[in-house]
């Protein structure tokens, strides 16, 4: 419903997007044959569509939203700073929340060498703000010829073409692969462990834990330890993209904090402010920062940034979603929810077709195949994920799936009810649709 009570034309809605519009990841000429999903409300971790239709957001709306849509305390924080100043340039000026969220970001690892913040605005920004920061890291310090990088095997780290060069994912990436940055991407850590020297590195790029968009497949306990010790043994820097896994996700607020281990820079954006407005931070060393520092003459400033770096209202969306992980006790009562999810997804074990459940905090992914036996995936033209997915959505769930994974990641506020409508949403897709 419209404020005014009135429900929204779908029609004339979908015609417009369809003669107007582009979406990301998208193929047009299916997506105009058919009416799409017009999302026109939010609230706590539902979604509701032009014909008042209900749905829990199942992945966050594409793994950014942390305390709910539309909570009061964040809107009325980024409604005061609206009023108060919405946008000025970082670039020759300052302004008050973007200095106090740098330290309240800073605090939240404690005793870590992460010293210094530089804002962007989304994810993409903020490892290409660290792959710039590292080559010209090492520029700066005469050692020009460590300018490769090191990803792994279908690692997701942004479609900026800088962050691009790292991506894994031959289908989103390989277009472009000639015009990308010096990578080398290797399947695990024995094959980097097996890789000669290490002189040529300028840093070893992974998502801690977990990878998102590989199909959220879970790394071996340990590996941001072996990193560690990979990179201070070589010399090359440590980058974390904690994109998806920050505030909160996997059930610590950093992923990289449950080994124990800190990068050398930190990159985080999506639940930043809350998944209400976007921004992004790069956390580095003093060691880094200082680098940097010299003369202008000397030519050692970091020429990058976006116009909108920094942008106040955002700010203003952080800090209160910091607030709101403190005052909800987020992290405590996520904690039970984790172990609830776990039990919910173990009943969908023992249906046809699920190969393998994969479970990192209050994140989800159910994998699904032809034959799980024999490991025979099914067809990709077959787009079962997506079928399982469009399933859901009659049954109050709305997700996406990486390719046949299906992947549940609500909102940290979705309740045990909301889990068990969710993952039983799943459970019936599934039998209707293999
Ligand atoms: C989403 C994501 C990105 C890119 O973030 P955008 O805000 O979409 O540009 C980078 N790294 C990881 C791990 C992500 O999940």
Redesign the pocket.
């Known amino acids: 419903m419209k404020a005014d009570g009135a429900l929204w034309n779908t029609h004339a809605l979908a015609a417009a997007d369809h003669r107007h519009l582009w979406h990301p990841f998208t193929q047009q000429q299916e997506w105009c044959g058919e009416e799409p999903l017009v999302i026109v409300s939010g609230s706590g971790a539902t979604l509701a569509d032009s014909h008042g239709r209900s749905y829990i957001d199942g992945n966050s709306s594409?793994?950014?939203n942390i305390h709910g849509h539309c909570h009061p305390r964040i809107v009325g924080a980024v409604s005061r700073q609206l009023s108060t100043l919405d946008h000025t340039s970082f670039l020759g000026t300052t302004h008050p929340l973007a200095i106090e969220l740098a330290s309240r970001l800073l605090a939240l690892l404690p005793g870590s060498p992460l010293t210094r913040v530089f804002y962007s605005?989304?994810?993409?920004?903020?490892?290409e703000a660290a792959l710039k920061m590292s080559l010209q890291y090492w520029q700066l310090r005469d050692q020009p010829e460590r300018c490769r990088f090191v990803s792994f095997s279908n690692?997701?780290?942004?479609?900026?073409a800088g962050?691009a060069s790292l991506g894994g994912i031959p289908t989103f990436f390989d277009r472009f692969a000639g015009l990308h940055f010096s990578v080398e991407h290797v399947a695990d850590f024995t094959a980097l462990e097996a890789r000669v020297g290490g002189n040529d590195l300028a840093a070893v790029i992974i998502?801690p834990l977990i990878?998102?968009?590989a199909g959220m497949r879970l790394w071996p306990e340990g590996m941001l330890r072996s990193l560690r010790e990979f990179c201070d043994r070589t010399g090359a820097l440590l980058i974390f993209?904690?994109?998806?896994?920050g505030f909160g996700r996997t059930g610590s607020m950093f992923a990289c904090q449950q080994e124990g281990v800190t990068p050398d820079l930190l990159?985080v954006?999506?639940g930043i402010t809350g998944g209400v407005l976007?921004l992004?931070a790069t956390m580095v060393t003093e060691k880094i920062y200082w680098a940097f520092l010299g003369t202008i003459g000397e030519q050692k400033t970091f020429y990058y940034g976006h116009s909108y770096t920094a942008n106040p209202p955002a700010c203003a969306a952080a800090l209160a979603s910091l607030d709101l992980f403190e005052e909800e006790k987020t992290l405590e009562i996520l904690q039970k929810k984790i172990a609830y999810l776990a039990r919910c997804l173990d009943a969908l074990r023992s249906l046809p077709f699920v190969a393998e459940i994969r479970q990192c905090g209050f994140i989800a992914g159910i994998e699904l195949m032809q034959d799980p036996e024999k490991n025979t995936p099914f067809s990709w033209q077959d787009q079962i994920g997506a079928k399982v997915c469009k399933a859901a959505r009659s049954h109050g769930l709305l997700t996406r799936p990486v390719r046949d994974t299906i992947v549940l990641m609500p909102p940290l506020c979705t309740t045990e009810r909301e889990i068990e409508i969710a993952v039983t949403a799943i459970f019936k897709a599934i039998l209707e649709v293999c």
């Open positions: 594409i793994w950014t605005d989304n994810g993409s920004t903020a490892v690692a997701y780290h942004g479609d900026t962050a998502e990878q998102g968009a993209d904690e994109v998806m896994t990159c954006a999506k976007p992004a």
